[in-house]
């Protein structure tokens, strides 16, 4: 079983995050932590790097976006600290891969952000960048295709009844 020791105020406090079974609470604590520590770079490392972690196991990211853990997230892609930023790329990649998720980074306006980080030279940056990228855009995608979709059929809905109008009063 991984674990992960986030070192949430130096020699003051920690909190162990066992990947594979966190509660629902232990990741509220994690995005109000997110929240508190938007200027160390070191923690806020750590931080991103745990998130990215958890996602892989079960539904982290589902809890993590429910617990209003991307927003904060987002913001330490604005840090001049090379780890922060990798760190983050990776794990908003990952909680990119929930719809929901990918909707609240769009909100945050992400894609500016990860843009820029894509222009740069750093080839992990610019992989997972473009990874979050592209997950918000496949839902964008599927997004508009299922409103194409609904009108569609509500076209074809009113075609229908509108013929049957039409035989019944003749």
């Not at 840090?79 to 980074?105: E, F, P, W």
Request: some cysteine; charged content about 20%.
């Amino acid at each position: 079983m991984y674990s992960q020791w986030i070192f949430v105020k130096p020699r003051l406090a920690c909190i162990m995050f066992t990947c594979s079974c966190l509660t629902v609470s232990a990741m509220c604590l994690v995005s109000y932590t997110a929240y508190c520590i938007q200027d160390q770079d070191e923690l806020r490392y750590r931080l991103a790097e745990a998130i990215a972690r958890c996602c892989n196991w079960d539904q982290n990211r589902v809890t993590f976006g429910q617990c209003r853990a991307v927003s904060p997230l987002v913001t330490f892609l604005d840090s001049k600290d090379k780890h922060v930023q990798q760190a983050t790329c990776v794990a908003l990649y990952h909680l990119s891969r929930d719809g929901n998720n990918s909707i609240a980074m769009h909100q945050k306006d992400v894609v500016q952000r990860l843009l820029k980080l894509i222009g740069g030279g750093d080839v992990v940056l610019q992989d997972f960048a473009a990874g979050c990228i592209r997950n918000i855009r496949l839902l964008a995608v599927a997004n508009e295709q299922s409103d194409m979709e609904k009108a569609r059929l509500q076209r074809s809905s009113r075609k229908s009844s509108n013929g049957a109008l039409v035989s019944a009063s003749t």
